[in-house]
């Protein structure tokens, strides 16, 4: 199973246009290929976990060096711009001295801070789920 965050079709020469897809996956496409995000019309991954968890994250994980704790506001505010991950990359290495050393590491963490199923956004709950699934 490929999953993408859904924004990666949009791309200017995406390789994640219908009709390449189509090609490499002889119309099983909808099976095998999932775009994160799309059902709950977001574009990317980091978006489908709430203002809560990313702030309950960013406080054990990404302490600010101001000493204040973070808000959920603080990511509800980045949600409104064009790529919501590079927001919180950026507001987090900004504003805390341990802030994440990337993407990868910013998602690896929060994904890490998860201290329950139910804390995983469905939709991914339902990718894991389906691709359990199509591996017998």
Do not use: C
Request: aromatic fraction near 8%.
């Amino acid at each position: 199973m490929l999953v993408v965050n859904a924004d990666s079709r949009r791309l200017p020469r995406s390789i994640f246009k219908e009709a390449h897809l189509n090609t490499i996956f002889a119309g099983r496409q909808a099976e095998v290929v999932k775009f994160v995000g799309e059902a709950d019309d977001v574009d990317e991954l980091e978006a489908l976990f709430t203002n809560d968890q990313w702030t309950t994250a960013a406080d054990d994980l990404w302490p600010r060096t101001d000493g204040q704790p973070w808000a959920p506001q603080d990511f509800e505010a980045l949600r409104d711009t064009s790529k919501f991950s590079h927001g919180v990359q950026t507001t987090l290495q900004e504003a805390s001295e341990s802030g994440p050393g990337g993407k990868p590491d910013m998602m690896y963490r929060l994904a890490k801070s998860l201290t329950s199923a139910d804390q995983v956004p469905h939709q991914l709950r339902t990718v894991f789920s389906e691709a359990r699934m199509l591996a017998g």
